[in-house]
């Protein structure tokens, strides 16, 4: 009989090799479709190193297109995320209320800007900035990429949040009433320290997120982020499309490889510190959850 293990019984030595042979199976279904990718990439001259050699020998690219570029993505993203995150702890308090007048319209509010695109909320943001305030069109897509981004996720995270709070033991918060605390100490010093652990990973994901979402500034207002400078790039070296994307992407990669690292040692770091429940929030925020607590 072969060895249990907390979710599955451990493979057994005919399981191991077709687990073997699977695996053999996609390395080669893999290699093929690599192969049959690049073949047709040099057949399309894609691989020419005329397409390349911009990215390593002028500098401009990099001073005048791509750091530029990361930078305006930074920035929006760092907007977005400072404004979003506690915009969206507040509406998921806020929905966890006893009190139906505080609830309902956080409820309204959070399931109103979640349910729309948030390609659209730029787009509309983007237009009533023009209608209603005197902002300068130069600067006018940053406004719009961080609202619409603020207004979509600051929803989601409100869920997040909820999701975080209801998934702690009921045990805390009568523990914590029992001793007399009230609503405000409750959620402050006992539920909110806990659910951070819990939430953190759903958290992280999000804010990957809105930094992938900025490049949708740049497709559709224009806004000169990181993807929307390969435009600029295509039309002032010659046509390297796949070049310039491969390098976007490849920035991308390396920018939200940082900020899940950086999460993940943070999220090590509070588990040794503070005692969690071992909660973690990993499914669809807001699926299944109940009201107010």
Known sequence: MSDLSVLYDAPGPRAKVRNWIYTVVFLAVLALAAWWVLGTMAEKNQLAGNKWLPFVNDSRVWTTYLLPGLLNTLKSAALAILIAVPVGALFGIARLSDHRWVRGPAGVVVEFFRAIPVLLLMLFTYEAYALLTDIEPEIRPLYAVVTGLVLYNASVIAEIVRAGILSLPHGQTDAAKAIGMRKGQLMSFVLLPQAVTAMLPALVS??????K?????GAMLGFGELLGQVREITA????????????VALIFIALNYLLTSFAGWLEGRA???????GAVVTAAPGDGLGGGA
Not at 213 to 217: K, P, S
Not at 271 to 277: C, L
């Open 206 to 211: 999000q804010l990957v997120v809105i930094v």
């Open 213 to 217: 979402d900025t490049a949708l500034g």
């Open 236 to 247: 002032n070296y010659g046509a390297n499309t796949i070049a310039a994307f491969t390098v």
């Open 271 to 277: 588990r040794r510190t503070r005692k969690s429940t």
